[in-house]
């Protein structure tokens, strides 16, 4: 084709796109009044109470999803999410003053795809009218500390997705509403702005900060998101006055026991006078904690309005009353959180702000709800894992052009959706609960290994030649078991979902026998070693393996990517050494077992910098939970019985096998701790693979294993850890920066959530030491110079938080055992760059694992030729600071894609630095014809953004429009985009493919 001539395409490919993109990003429409214009008058002159009517309706908690939505299994849980939905809809009718608000996007979809068209048109007027307004919108409420950042995006994106297509512009959320989640993230808050929203919502903070605050009237604030970008990130915040419950005895619920408003003069129970009289008692106390004349209460509570009639006709006469009664002084009407925040934005305020998190939250002084951070840590590595693979998924089904699998891949979105809420990952649901969450997580990721296995086969087909045989994927490499390497020869074809080229370990559970692993591109052989599969886990209940040995090696796999290799049995002896002496090393480490049976790691290269590593566990508190003093160690909460932890008084044993791949120590602490301690060679980082289980209880006491890192270095009380997998916040002991800490759970009080790495600085030293996690996990540092981290929670009461059964994991008869990695990093920081660069590489790899596919070789098997061995989805290779975040198939037959700048500012000296990326053909099995760029959630253009400014008392006035350089003109093979530090760039982009 001439030049000219594929310029005339692609402006014609463009000009088609733009008609395809205005459907796939609603406009308005004709005759709407949903949003802001929709809010009723407020009077300058009144005090304005904003009555919110709302339900909040868990997806799983003491009552599986499908439960709680059919209303089944009423003995647990009175709550039928079905009902409320129906009751609300009508009595929203009944009335067109009635406003509602509703939240959880995955519920609302299944109520949906069951009404009849007469009432999904009633649905759709209520939503255009303002009457019913959707906030939060993703698929679940997500919890905020132990979430990773990409599946939160996820949640988000597909929560807007269902929301957009069904009912168009005027169901686009702009409030965040967080009224349950027990603390809140800085992350959040800035996601929240990046996705375009005016303010955000939440219920639950630190009873000593929730007091400094109503003292100070400073409930409402602006949170600066995040220091990296600047305005672009904060959020103006409110914090609830009463969680998100009612004013005392005004609950009207079927579920409730306070009195209905009785309006009979001639009752006996008439009871008007007397009910306003208290509400407007309880409506002044509420006044005095915030700045403007507007309160807003919230109307409902956990699957309240089942019988939503009844609800709404108190407080219709609630209103009616109060207008009679006191309509001088206050203007009381339905609400919304977004018409309330109209009002408060509309009295042109400054407002204090805030840097910091909302962690660790307290509800009391003996309440530190930082026990659901390491809570069930096995639901917490399958939802990672989850991730991992829907990002593959996603991934491979854009680089193939794999359209026939999107129902499978709507279904594994919405399963990981669902993992997000705050009452799922968290670990703080009944048992029942998380089983349904694992089945369901696990179906959705059956899904995705079919999708992987599609796309892979698609790929590696060459012309006529005939597909490859299926291939297959190991469910439970985590303790070291497949069944289809375990028998015969085999070839493996490896996925690297990450944007660099990666040289990474890869283990294999075998038999007894002898292996040689070949590189299918030239043929030649890769150095292998087997390592015996230790004995407690070869012992873990329920595993059911005939493997012994795991076979190890570096596969070397292009970005974005896949690589062929084949394993066969030889008859040669492996190398292998056992050594029960001698330490084992490389060129970056030694590490060995001292005499107290610590493992040590010595730095070669930063000769002043040790550490030593160690179990222990924290007896959990148990009592009757009648006083703050009785309160037990729960799901939620973490209360140690004493500071002081339980050490294990036998040093154990251990032995050591080296070879030319890896050395391990493979260490016994007792018959239920154990861990392997593993060196590669030419990596700098030591990997700490711990396995915790069945702990013992039958001296009736719950236990709670920590894992401790005591370095050289002095960190001077403070530490560093992650929000959500992104930005790093500085923790000091025993302080809370916004107010005066008074701190009676020395212990639990200085926990964090650790999404994926925690770490300590010497800053006379110039070192830093981070530990990084499989997992989300509690972490904290009590002493200078050490990093604590907790592996496992088994206890044995209930800690009166509601989910009414003791955090006590079994599997096959006995006490769940758990099996983890941290990968320990640490070093000089004089060379920024470097250590930077290879600490991120290390996070990223602990994200987004390789995916592994096993064909047994037979004799009618199909082997890849050289040709197709190896492939990569980039044409090119992408700046080290830059990640492809985001890879997935769209509508109408787009792409949505996200690129990150995954270094904070000042983080390292060059990396750090903005970085300009010509993506037009960056990609080797499409070409990118046109590209328009949208808010973070995928679901508004950016050039439509339109956020409220807020001022702050620094008299910073906040810019939050213009968020990135726009990108360069599309023309002569050049599409430009500007990542600054720590930005994320969303588009959806209309692609022409190219033959793979």
Request: glycine share 8%.
């Amino acid at each position: 084709m001439s030049r000219s001539g594929f310029l005339l395409a692609l402006v014609c490919a463009v000009l088609l796109l733009g008609r395809e993109e205005a459907a796939s990003i609603p406009r308005g429409t004709a005759g709407e009044t949903c949003g802001y214009q929709s809010c009723s008058a407020v009077d300058p002159k009144k005090l304005n109470i904003h009555l919110v009517a709302h339900t909040h309706d868990d997806v799983g908690w003491l009552k599986t999803i499908d439960q709680y939505y059919f209303g089944s299994q009423s003995r647990i849980q009175l709550a039928g999410v079905q009902y409320i939905l129906d009751s609300v809809v009508q009595a929203l009718l009944a009335n067109p003053e009635r406003r509602f608000i509703y939240v959880e996007s995955s519920f609302l979809w299944k109520w949906w795809q069951r009404q009849s068209d007469r009432v999904k048109e009633d649905v759709r007027t209520l939503i255009y009218q303002g009457r019913l307004e959707i906030i939060g919108g993703g698929w679940s409420m997500n919890d905020e500390a132990v979430t990773h950042y990409h599946s939160m995006v996820d949640q988000y994106t597909w929560g807007f997705r269902r929301l957009n297509d069904t009912f168009g512009s005027c169901a686009t959320p702009r409030i965040g509403w967080q009224i349950d989640p027990f603390g809140h993230s800085r992350e959040q808050a800035s996601m929240f702005a990046q996705l375009g929203f005016d303010g955000m919502f939440f219920g639950r903070l630190d009873y000593q900060d929730k007091n400094a605050r109503i003292a100070e009237r400073t409930m409402e604030f602006i949170w600066k998101g995040s220091p990296n970008l600047g305005s672009r990130a904060n959020l103006f915040t409110v914090a609830l006055y009463n969680t998100y419950s009612p004013p005392p005895g005004f609950c009207f619920d079927v579920l409730c026991a306070d009195e209905p408003i009785i309006d009979d003069p001639n009752s006996p129970d008439y009871n008007v006078d007397e009910r306003i009289s208290n509400f407007m008692h309880f409506v002044a106390g509420q006044t005095g904690a915030y700045r403007t004349n507007n309160v807003m209460l919230t109307m409902g509570g956990d699957f309240t309005y089942q019988q939503a009639e009844m609800y709404f006709a108190n407080l219709d006469k609630l209103i009616r009353y109060v207008r009679e009664k006191r309509g001088s002084e206050v203007n009381i009407i339905y609400s919304t959180p977004s018409c309330y925040l109209k009002a408060v934005h509309d009295a042109n305020l400054q407002w204090s702000t805030k840097t910091d998190d909302f962690f660790p939250y307290a509800s009391d002084p003996h309440s530190y709800w930082t026990g659901y951070f390491s809570s069930r840590p096995a639901i917490k590595f399958f939802e990672r894992m989850g991730n991992n693979l829907l990002q593959i998924s996603k991934q491979l089904s854009v680089l193939t052009a794999l359209g026939k699998y999107d129902e499978q891949l709507e279904h594994f979105r919405e399963a990981m959706g669902v993992m997000q809420h705050h009452d799922a990952v968290t670990g703080t649901e009944k048992q029942l609960v998380a089983d349904d969450y694992a089945r369901l997580l696990y179906d959705s990721m059956q899904h995705g290994t079919n999708i992987v296995s599609e796309a892979i086969r698609k790929w590696k087909a060459s012309g006529s030649e005939p597909l490859p045989q299926d291939m297959h994927s190991c469910m439970q490499l985590n303790i070291s078991s497949c069944q289809y390497t375990e028998d015969g020869d085999f070839m493996l074809t490896i996925y690297n979902p990450l944007s660099h080229k990666i040289v990474t370990p890869i283990r294999l559970p075998v038999r007894e026998g002898t292996y040689s692993v070949v590189d299918l591109k030239d043929d030649s052989d890769v150095t292998s070693q087997l390592v015996p599969i230790p004995d407690p886990v070869r012992k873990i209940p329920g595993r059911r393996s005939r493997a012994t040995q795991e076979l190890v090696f570096l596969a070397m796999l292009p970005a974005l990517g896949y690589k062929s290799y084949k394993v066969l049995q030889r008859s040669e002896s492996p190398y292998q050494q056992v050594d029960s002496v001698a330490p084992i090393g490389n060129e970056f480490y030694n590490v060995f077992i001292n005499d107290d049976g610590q493992v040590v790691v010595e730095w070669k290269k930063q000769q002043n910098m040790s550490l030593a590593q160690s179990f222990h566990y924290y007896e959990g508190m148990e009592g009757n939970n009648k006083v703050f003093k009785n309160r037990s160690s729960g799901a939620y909460i973490f209360r140690p019985r004493t500071a002081s932890t339980k050490n294990f008084m036998q040093p154990g044993s251990h032995k050591i096998y080296t070879g030319p791949v890896v050395s391990e120590i493979h260490q016994t602490i007792n018959d239920w701790i154990s861990q392997v301690i593993r060196i590669y060679n030419g990596k700098e980082y030591v990997e700490f693979d711990w396995l915790v289980g069945p702990t013992p209880v039958k001296d009736s006491i719950g236990k709670e294993v920590i894992t401790k890192y005591h370095s050289s270095l002095n960190s001077s009380g403070e530490f560093y850890t992650d929000s959500n997998g992104r930005e790093m916040l500085k923790r000091t002991r025993n302080y809370r920066p916004t107010w005066s800490l008074t701190l009676q759970e020395e212990v639990s009080g200085n926990y964090y959530p650790v999404t994926a790495k925690i770490s300590l600085k010497d800053e006379e030293k110039l070192l830093k030491l981070s530990v990084l996690t499989d997992r989300a996990e509690g972490g904290t540092s009590l002493r200078d110079g050490e990093i604590e981290l907790m592996l496992h929670r088994r206890l044995l009461r209930d800690d009166a938080f509601g989910v009414g059964e003791a955090l006590n994991e079994t599997a096959f008869g006995e006490g769940l055992v758990v099996r983890g990695s941290h990968y320990v990093v640490g070093g000089s920081i004089r060379d920024s760059d470097e250590f930077a660069m290879k600490e991120k590489a290390l996070t990223l790899k602990m994200l987004l694992r390789p995916w592994t596919l096993i064909t047994p070789i037979t004799n009618g098997s199909v082997m890849a030729d050289a040709s197709t061995s190896e492939g990569s989805g980039l044409a090119r290779k992408l700046p080290p600071n830059v990640h492809i975040l985001t890879l997935e198939p769209w509508k109408d037959g787009t792409i949505l894609l996200r690129l990150e700048h995954i270094f904070e500012v000042g983080e390292t000296e060059n990396l750090s630095k903005p970085v300009d990326i010509n993506i037009q053909d960056l990609f080797s099995t499409f070409t990118i014809l046109s590209i328009e760029e949208t808010t973070l959630g995928g679901n508004q253009w950016l050039k439509d953004m339109d956020r409220m400014k807020w001022e702050a008392e620094t008299n910073d006035v906040l810019q939050t429009q213009g968020t990135s350089t726009p990108l360069v003109e599309i023309g002569e093979g050049v599409t430009n985009v500007l990542l600054k530090p720590m930005e994320i760039r969303t588009f959806i982009v209309k692609t022409a493919p190219r033959n793979i």
